[in-house]
């Protein structure tokens, strides 16, 4: 069991753009796929939120996602598409700055095609939830965080503060 340091606020690494899986490095996928697990898994102990992790958000600049909701899934070099016009607007969070929330504004539906840990081409449609949780992992991978996204000056919280 391996949990990694999240990278907080702050740090430059959190604002890289990531670079693309290669074929080549399947055999180092397994290993970063535990530890976005265990990272997830630990930081949801602590704070009882968390139910997706992208690995800039570990310090590998790789475009991966995995997600722990009702079972996990593992998103290597995922392209958003068929974003709907219809938005959400919802307080986010973010494990790299765990006590605030951001005030944002997301598409309710969204379509992600990507390979999964297999190397195999798979496409998926989601949406509220699912879909606002996957957009928030996306930027991550385009060293954007939900403080470029907030709505206004006054979108932002302390987590204890919202009722």
């Known amino acids: 069991m391996t949990i990694r340091e999240i990278l907080l ?29 265990d ?61 605030i929330l951001v005030r944002v504004k997301r598409h309710r539906y969204c379509t992600t095609d990507y390979l999964d840990e297999n190397w195999e081409i798979q496409s998926m449609k989601l949406k509220d939830d699912l879909s606002e949780l996957l957009q928030h992992e996306y930027d991550h991978l385009n060293g954007i965080l939900a403080f470029s996204r907030a709505i206004d000056g006054s979108s932002f919280s302390y987590r204890n503060q919202i009722q």
């Open 9 to 37: 606020l702050g740090n430059p690494q959190l604002y890289e753009v990531s670079v693309d899986v290669l074929e080549s490095e399947i055999d180092t996928l397994p290993e970063i796929i535990h530890d976005l697990h």
């Open 39 to 99: 990272t997830i898994v630990e930081f949801r102990n602590q704070y009882g939120v968390g139910r997706a992790i992208a690995a800039p958000q570990i310090g590998v600049m790789k475009r991966i996602i995995y997600m722990h909701t009702d079972k996990s899934y593992v998103f290597i070099n995922p392209v958003l598409k068929d974003l709907s016009t219809e938005m959400i607007e919802l307080w986010d969070d973010c494990m790299c700055f765990p006590d």
